[in-house]
């Protein structure tokens, strides 16, 4: 592993995010940005709730879209089929393990389920080991969409690159 030029510069990686059926716009403007600012590939898979062309998607999206790595996926069977062999690590509040209590790898691909359902029982039935839960505080719903994936991947790059790379200076 070469070491950080810098601890402000992110080294390149094979991360990616998926997010399965977004419904809110800003959201997925937000989370576009995050990629493009980390370089970060993003896997949207529809159905989407609203047009890729949407203002609001732009908006928040800014300048960042046409930079943007994006694979737009027509179903959640053509995501999963697209990545076979990629480890995932599914984001849901209904999962008892911590993000950190778990170790992510370069290659990983996170992925995120939409506003108002998050990601299907029966996806996490399936990989249970794969569930992980950002800890907040006892009795809350959930964290916003953006906010989560933008923890989620952050994490993932620190103890992937960052938290192993550290050289004393002193």
């Not at 990686?13 to 493009?36: D, M, Y």
């Not at 839960?133 to 006892?138: M, S």
Request: with cysteine; proline share 6%.
């Amino acid at each position: 592993m070469r070491p950080c030029s810098s601890q402000t510069d992110l080294l390149p990686h094979r991360l990616s995010l998926a997010l399965l059926q977004p419904q809110i716009a800003p959201n997925t403007g937000n989370i576009a940005r995050l990629c493009v600012a980390t370089g970060t590939s993003l896997h949207l898979v529809r159905p989407i709730g609203f047009v890729l062309s949407d203002r609001n998607l732009r908006r928040s999206a800014m300048d960042y879209w046409p930079r943007l790595n994006l694979t737009i996926h027509d179903d959640t069977q053509s995501f999963f089929s697209s990545i076979r062999d990629t480890p995932i690590w599914l984001f849901t509040s209904k999962s008892e393990q911590s993000i950190w209590d778990i170790q992510f790898a370069d290659g990983d691909c996170l992925v995120f389920g939409n506003e108002t359902h998050g990601l299907p029982g029966s996806l996490i039935a399936a990989h249970p080991h794969r569930a992980v839960r950002i800890p907040q505080a006892a009795g809350e719903r959930c964290l916003n969409l953006s906010t989560a994936a933008g923890i989620g991947l952050y994490e993932a790059l620190r103890q992937a690159f960052y938290a192993a790379s550290r050289v004393d200076t002193t």
